[in-house]
């Protein structure tokens, strides 16, 4: 005789676990080897990576998609990638009512982000998520708040903070962490982001500003696709691979890479739990609808330190980090005299949890979680704020809220298109 989850809790006066327990434990017969189970909203590209479609540290049971083709050619990848059949659809609310889902990966366009992680973590849910995190820091600010109230665990989907080498900057962030916590630079710190650091964001990633409504193809529910974000006549440069050059959807170059970029800075300056304090921007005026590049982004915190995006290859000979003592430039080369040796005496950083199924079994929050990886999207969509302004402002930390600006206030705090709301 086989029981419901709510059964289960009820004869086992267990109530509270309903929120700290995997289905993995309390469904055994829908997880062989005792595996963790997980499905994939969204089949696009980066749905196809490592670390979603061909992650092995689970088994995926299901996936979802608003575009039929995408649909079909999810199941036959999986088939192939060794988890046999799976369940397709293409409506998140249906895949987040199986109970016998633990994780869900979020490989869908941005504007789904904080939504589907709010409603996975209602749903009982574990969240790894693409970056941005989120489109708007509103919705981050409610992420955190949902993983938070339901006891989930949350990973965003960049690493660099903890392993793997850091683009192309020649070194992992490890020994620059460690030459930042010696204090052998001083303090404030200034780092400069941008090509000639290491970094290329793809600042040149633009959208087409002269679209004209085409038909929709008949596998694709558009209108779902669309969810939370404002109706525009479908076009094939709106979605799928293009959707980053448009603002409802993404932010261009800064909010398809600058997570990546500017999460690593974050940890290495130890602002995991504040944000800028002011915001700069030098670009041209933007078009209201498709994103366009800008020339200088400049974030300064409370205490001095600053982070600069090089947008134009003005600061290309410019050192990554620079301080009142010293100067960094990628491959480790420094002011400091005989640094690689120092390196090697310095004490190690903190320890991070960089085992994201660990983190779920064990209820151990990850090393970039709702909470950092919600300062560092800031980061991002601060910058967009910005740029869509074609100004800076200033911005609360703490409240999280632009200061005395009500047009920066109705870029971080967007409504969504009804039904959907946060």
Known sequence: MSYSRRDFLKRTGAVALFNIVPSFLLHGETAPSNQLTRALVGFGGIAHSAAHLGFKGSRLIALCDPDAERVKNGIVAAEKNGFGKIIGCKDIRELLANKDVDVIHICTPPHWHGLISKMA???????????????????????MEAIRANKRMFRLNTWFRFQGGFYGFGTEVKPI??????????????????????????????????????????????????????????????????????????????????????????????????????????????????????????????????????????????????????????????????????????????????????????????????????????????????MRLGRGFRFDPVTLHAVDDPAAERFLYQPMRKPWTM
């Open 177 to 386: 962490k460690k030459v930042v916590e010696s204090g052998v630079l001083g303090w404030p710190l200034k780092a400069v982001v941008g090509k000639g650091q290491g970094f290329d964001i793809k600042f040149f990633w633009s959208g087409k500003t002269n679209l004209t409504p085409q038909p929709v193809p008949p596998t694709f529910d558009y209108d779902l696709w669309l969810g939370p974000a404002p109706y525009k006549p479908y076009n094939p440069q709106r979605v799928h691979s293009v959707f980053r050059g448009y603002w409802d959807y993404d932010g261009g170059g800064l909010g398809d890479m600058g997570q990546h970029y500017l999460d690593p800075v974050q940890y290495l300056l130890d602002k995991d739990d504040t944000s800028p304090v002011k915001i700069d921007v030098d670009c041209d005026p933007q078009h209201p609808d498709a994103v366009g590049s800008f020339r200088r982004i400049v974030y300064t915190y409370e205490d001095g330190c600053q982070i600069i995006l090089d947008g134009d290859d003005s600061l290309a000979d410019a050192p990554y980090l620079e301080g009142p003592k010293g100067k960094l430039w990628k491959g480790l080369r420094s002011t400091i005299p005989n640094l690689a040796e120092l390196i090697k005496e310095m004490p190690e950083p903190a320890r991070q949890q960089t085992d994201f199924m660990d983190s779920v079994r064990r209820r151990r929050t990850f090393a970039l979680n709702e909470m950092n990886g919600f300062r560092s999207c800031t980061i991002v969509n601060l910058g967009i704020v910005a």
């Open 121 to 143: 973590a209602e749903a009982g849910k574990d969240v790894w998520c693409e970056k941005p995190m989120t489109r708007t820091v509103g919705e981050g600010r409610r992420v």
